[in-house]
């Protein structure tokens, strides 16, 4: 259908699996085991409610606002999804074309399908960017990453911290990855070849250190300068211990259900990271020195206003954008962004929220979350 009958984020996924070849469907739309968490993700917005407010004089509003120090036109940001070729040619390009026109961020993935340095240099003058990082055993090869990142001006560090395996995804497994260069897979390696045919997430995960830990994490703040942020927090325990360290943040958030099944929602975490973070730390949120951002499942502006009300400074946004690229190219990643920015001018005027600061936590009714 042409884009103009694209009317929300659900229509792409609906056209993407359609239009997509098989091996890219099965990689982006999968999830762990049953894929509970995957549907959990977004049910788990439909038992917070709105506590809307009236006779506000809503006439001008604003929906812009600042994410680790950086503009952006909206309270949300592309995540890092990796293989972006697998569904468009031009990959993550698409992503970094759409950030540009619509004043977002984009988060470069470690696995991208384009290099850092291509979606650096494609960046407009002002166009900010985080990098999501999977930290290697060989920290000689982290430690380049990261100061070469620093250098060419990425403004935020997300450490991927829910992915010391990679779970398993069983729609991706059952499409082998036979594709993968096989100049890169050495024949005499049978730990890769057994990745190789068991799905595109296998054939890259030998990648990931799985004994990083928190006594690592002063190593991070030694070499860099950028923000530091913690991506898969799915509990208050381990925000607060980032938070005691002086990180920068965490993203609450089960990497899209591909991890952990059963792993909880982020904005069901959100809540109780908000609520003990106050009672142990006297923290009130948002806040700017130790910033929450949440994603999984995130599908309209009312889900991330939910999530704002709660606490949360700002919301991750993932397989949307990769189901709008590889549909429509560079015009359907705008057309996304375009569809959340008339739906944010909506919902807050009907919330009767001028701006990103007025939507408090008075402006949900949270008290269901917990029940599933
Ligand atoms: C991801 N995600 C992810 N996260 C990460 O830290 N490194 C990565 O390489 C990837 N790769 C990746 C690939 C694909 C195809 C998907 C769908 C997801 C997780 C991602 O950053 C984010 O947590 C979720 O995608 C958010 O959920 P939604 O918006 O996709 O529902």
């Not at 497994?173 to 890769?192: C, H, L, T």
């Amino acid at each position: 259908p042409p884009l103009s009958e694209v009317l929300n984020l659900h229509d792409f996924e609906a056209i993407a699996r359609s239009v997509m070849t098989e091996k890219a469907w099965a990689y982006y739309s999968s999830a762990a085991d049953d894929e509970i968490t995957l549907r959990e993700n977004h049910a788990a917005y439909h038992r917070i409610w709105f506590r809307p407010r009236i006779l506000r004089d809503v006439t001008q509003l604003d929906w812009s606002t600042t994410i680790l120090g950086q503009k952006s036109s909206m309270p949300i940001y592309i995540t890092a999804t990796a293989l972006g070729k697998l569904g468009h040619p031009d990959g993550e390009l698409n992503l970094t074309k759409a950030a540009a026109n619509h004043g977002v961020i984009q988060m470069i993935p470690t696995l991208a399908s384009c290099s850092f340095d291509e979606l650096v240099d494609a960046a407009q003058p002002g166009q900010s960017q985080f990098l999501q990082l999977y930290v290697n055993k060989d920290r000689n090869i982290i430690k380049r990453i990261v100061q070469h990142a620093e250098k060419r001006g990425i403004k935020g560090l997300f450490i991927t911290v829910d992915a010391p395996q990679l779970g398993r995804r069983e729609k991706d497994m059952r499409m082998k990855f036979e594709e993968a260069d096989p100049d890169q897979v050495s024949k005499n390696d049978k730990s890769k070849e057994v990745d190789r045919s068991q799905g595109a997430a296998r054939a890259i995960s030998s990648f990931i250190d799985p004994s990083l830990c928190w006594d690592d994490l002063p190593w991070f703040k030694s070499i860099t300068k950028m923000p530091l942020i913690l991506k898969g927090v799915q509990c208050w325990e381990d925000a607060l211990e980032a938070y005691d360290q002086g990180l920068a943040g965490v993203v609450l958030s089960n990497h899209g259900g591909r991890q952990l099944d059963f792993a909880p929602s982020g904005v069901e975490v959100l809540v109780e990271v908000v609520e003990k973070l106050g009672a142990k730390r006297g923290l009130t949120f948002p806040n700017e020195k130790f910033q929450l951002f949440v994603d999984g499942g995130v599908r309209r502006a009312t889900d991330v206003l939910k999530a704002i009300a709660l606490g949360a400074t700002a919301v991750g946004i993932g397989r949307p954008f990769l189901y709008a690229y590889s549909s429509y190219g560079v015009d359907g990643a705008n057309h996304a962004l375009e569809i959340l920015r008339d739906e944010f001018e909506m919902a807050m005027r009907l919330l009767g929220a001028r701006n990103i600061k007025e939507v408090v936590r008075d402006m949900v009714d949270a008290s269901s979350i917990h029940q599933h």
